[in-house]
């Protein structure tokens, strides 16, 4: 669609006559600029009647007429602005269309919102957004507002009875109470309903007061009792209120003393969990440095990124509660992000044993209660939010102060369209609030690390982040010990059956004996990870994916792990039919099997996607592990995360050596991230703890510096190897798939993009390397081949081409812009799709 079909061709001079009076000369409009949620990108420019005018305002959605067929579409309103037109309402040069020329704007139909959902500020922030991810504003907005506030979920439109102007001023001698209230009963819900907004505001010319005609006792009684009301009434809470039944109600509406208005109620009330009151801990010596360093930005009410580097245990989220109670001191409010995984009613509880006040943003909210949530945050009611990665755009009033905890992890990024990353909207976010934001980890990425520590990211002397760290763990409790297990050289004759060392078997047995708990990783679900022929060497993979089929013990099926296709289990090759085909590989359900039979008598649990299906099942899980009920814990990294039980004493991971070796330039980063985190879960508590560490790779840099709880050692290996290479934090990075079910014209329109991309990187000599097109490690997925291109704009590096840009903003910005010039004109065949990922987390 182009722009040209916003404007009504082939419009009647009488036709446009009858919307607006012709104008004498040129004159001043109400333009309000539209971006639609689909199918149409860009702003369009509509004409705002004289009567909305008023109403309408930038964050709000309407009705307006699209195409050539000017069909009634939802849009939201970006801006209102007064243009001058010429006569007949003709557009004089619009700047932000330059189309406009001198065609007619057709105009808006309608408001939708009664209040805007989205501020100033969170407008500016979409459209950040927008440009740097390279994502439609439309989309954008729709992923900022969940879906359940857009539609008003868990509320209905609802007949409140009021007492009309004139008789309210005779009644009582005080102006009008219904000032402010939103005659809304014509206001519209749904794009296609028919709209007269000369219908409007029945309501609005001022009346002259007028006599209460003689009423019965009774009838005068629940007259009063309407008109005194604090609160909007229904006709069955008047007759509540007033003990009266239906009869003297419709007696009054229908001498005109009650008249009818709807307004949108919520149906549910929230009753907030009541938590037991927790006292603050005494805060150690860093904690207190730390809590005193970024308290000092609050007052001065400054922008600042700090990166809180401390141990597991090292007391982080006490530092962020005792933040947060100095914002919340100063009548001002916080959002605390967690992986959505952390989001534990142990994580929310530590927030609710401190703050009155918590809302709680998780995945399995249904709209409704999203809905009553956002509106609860956005009246201001709230005082600290905490939330997985979309609570980043709650809608707080007086926000002071934004944490992320677990920064490093991948999940704060979305993979699908928009592609952002939480942490970089919260920065850019507290920019605009002059707040300040905290990012915690024992583990930070590289990223950030770099954006703390590098000289090459100083300027004026100072890192673009502040560091704060803290080396210890609370009350001087040791960091456990790690042991590695060199399952090269492990005796595999009759002493190492399945997947547990014998020295790992031992040290269950006495941990089990002195009474502790114990967590297993293996960081893999499933029974078998892989079938394979060992006759022809055929190996089962499902057909639309090019990946192993995993095999699940339980419901005895073969399964893609992609897009859940399953086959059920063969018992020979399909290919040759050779009977003997082999299981081979460890998963979860498998290890569980082991478990089971070498510790017959313990209570277990395993904890992977397959057995905590719904809502609740992962909680439930980990109370019986925290009452003791359950002794061994087994699971993939959901059990790594975050956990704080102190009587867990040992910590066995089954295979370091999962992640190492996917093709991901992260893999090390991934893999040092992984152990350290799971081994984080012991010695919490006085009876110390041990981590045993099993793999073929005992002397990789990162599984040395995990088993060392040593960060700054594992920066340093890691470090070079990306400079070497120009990854990120040594470049900016963007990635393309593109993907279609016809392998050749997927390829070669990936070709021709990579092509697209190096002319226009040449043309505006920007020093970057471009990759590809490469199959993409999943090089087929449910159907679709895939390909892909990587793009490193090269910071503060010397490349082939040149040297690079010194900032990452520049770099970055740059990048973009070759992006976009050199995908503008690029047209993709039909069925094949790409996208663009900035930043990306995710190569395969
Ligand atoms: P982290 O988030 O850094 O892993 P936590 O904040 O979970 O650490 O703290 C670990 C444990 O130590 C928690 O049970 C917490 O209640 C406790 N704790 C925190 N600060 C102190 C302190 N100053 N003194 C004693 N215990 C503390
Ligand atoms: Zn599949």
Not at 210 to 239: C, G, I, R
Request: charged share 25%.
């Amino acid at each position: 669609m182009t722009q040209r079909n916003l404007f009504q061709e082939n419009i009647s001079e009488s036709e446009w006559d009858d919307v607006r009076p012709v104008a004498p000369r040129r004159q001043e409009h109400w333009v309000a600029s539209v971006i639609f949620p689909k199918g149409v990108d860009g702003a369009f420019d509509y004409l705002v009647p004289e009567k909305l005018a008023g109403q309408l305002t930038p964050g709000l959605r309407v009705v307006v007429p699209l195409g050539k067929g000017n069909r009634e579409t939802l849009g939201w309103c970006i801006a209102v602005e007064r243009k001058e037109m010429a006569p007949s309402g003709r557009a004089a040069g619009t700047p932000a269309n330059e189309t406009t020329g001198s065609r007619q704007l057709k105009e808006l139909l309608g408001i939708v919102d009664e209040r805007r959902l989205l501020s100033d500020k969170m407008l500016r922030l979409t459209r950040w957004i927008a440009d740097y991810y390279l994502c439609p504003l439309g989309q954008v907005l729709e992923a900022v507002l969940p879906a359940g506030v857009r539609d008003h979920a868990g509320t209905r439109l609802t007949s409140i009875l009021y007492v009309p102007d004139e008789y309210r001023l005779q009644a009582s001698g005080v102006g009008s109470r219904e000032c402010g209230v939103n005659q809304n009963n014509s206001k519209l819900q749904t794009p296609n309903s028919k709209l007269k907004p000369e219908a409007r505001n029945p309501e609005s010319e001022a009346r002259s007061p007028k006599p209460v005609p003689p009423l019965t006792p009774k009838q005068q009684h629940v007259f009063d009792v309407l008109l005194h009301s604090e609160v909007p009434l229904t006709a069955t809470e008047l007759s509540r209120a007033a003990k009266c039944s239906m009869v003297p109600i419709q007696h009054l509406k229908r001498l005109g003393l009650f008249r009818v208005r709807t307004e949108r109620r919520q149906h549910s009330t929230l009753d907030e969990a009541q938590v037991p009151r927790q006292s603050p801990h005494e805060l150690n010596a860093s904690q207190q440095r730390c809590l005193e360093t970024i308290c000092g930005t609050l007052r001065r009410n400054e922008y600042r990124t700090f990166l809180l580097h401390g141990v597991t245990g090292s007391g982080k989220t006490e530092v962020y509660i005792r933040a947060i109670e100095e914002v919340v001191l100063s009548g001002r409010q916080a959002i605390v992000l967690v992986p959505e995984i952390s989001l534990t009613p142990q994580t929310v509880g530590r927030f609710r044993a401190r703050f009155d006040h918590v809302a709680v943003l998780h995945s399995h909210l249904t709209d409704a209660e999203r809905h009553r949530e956002w509106q609860r945050i956005a009246s201001g009611k709230v005082q600290v939010v905490v939330g997985a990665r979309s609570a980043v755009f709650a809608p707080l009033p007086r926000l002071g102060l934004m944490i992320i905890d677990e920064e490093h992890e991948h999940s704060f990024k979305q993979d699908t369209a928009p592609r952002y990353h939480a942490r970089e909207v919260a920065r850019r976010r507290a920019e605009e609030e002059n707040i300040p934001l905290v990012l915690g980890s024992a583990t930070p990425s590289l990223e950030s690390w770099h954006r703390a520590t590098a000289e090459e990211t100083r300027v004026a002397g100072t890192n673009e982040y502040r560091l704060l760290s803290m080396p210890h763990r609370v009350r001087n409790l040791p960091l456990p010990h790690v042991s590695t297990i060199d399952l090269r050289s492990a005796d595999r004759s009759g002493h190492t059956r399945g997947a547990i060392h014998r020295h790992l078997h031992a040290a269950i047995v006495e941990s089990l004996d002195q009474g502790g708990q114990v967590i297993l990783m293996l960081n893999r679900r499933g029974f078998s990870t892989h079938i394979q022929c060992p006759a022809c060497g055929e190996a089962v993979k499902c057909p639309d994916c090019d990946v192993s089929l995993t095999y699940h013990h339980s419901a005895d099926v073969a399964l893609c792990h992609y897009c859940d296709h399953r086959i059920a289990a063969p018992p020979r090759c399909p290919k040759c039919g050779f009977p003997g085909i082999k299981y081979h590989g460890y998963g979860t359900q498998k290890l569980e099997q082991e478990i089971r039979q070498r510790f017959p008598d313990v209570p277990l649990l395993r904890m992977d996607t397959d057995t905590m299906q719904g809502h609740g099942a992962h909680e439930r899980a980990l109370t019986q592990f925290r009452e003791g009920k359950v002794r061994i814990l087994l699971g993939t990294q959901m059990i790594a995360k975050g956990l704080d039980f102190p009587n867990v004493t040992l910590v066995g991971v089954i295979s370091a050596d999962t992640a190492l070796h996917v093709p991901d330039f992260r893999a090390s980063e991934r893999t040092f991230h992984l152990i350290t985190q799971v081994a984080g879960r012991t010695g919490r508590g006085d009876r110390g703890g041990q981590v045993i560490v099993q793999t073929f790779n005992p002397d990789h840099a990162a599984i040395m510096a995990a088993s060392q709880h040593d960060y700054q050692a594992f920066i340093n290996s890691e470090r070079p190897m990306r400079k070497l290479f120009g990854y990120p934090p040594y470049s900016q990075m963007a990635r393309f798939v593109v993907r279609g079910p016809n392998e050749s014209t997927a390829q070669a329109f990936a070709g021709q993009m990579a092509e697209s991309l190096r002319r226009q990187a040449a043309e505006t000599d920007l020093a970057c390397r471009i990759l590809g097109p490469a199959p993409a490690p999943f090089s087929k997925l449910r159907g679709n081949f895939r390909f892909h291109i990587h793009i490193h704009a090269a910071v503060g590096i010397a490349v082939r081409d040149g040297i690079a840009d010194r900032s990452p903003g520049i770099a970055n910005e740059r990048m973009r812009t070759v992006i976009r010039l050199a995908t503008n004109h690029l047209k993709a065949p039909t069925d094949t799709l790409w996208i663009v990922d900035i930043d990306p987390l995710d190569m395969l």
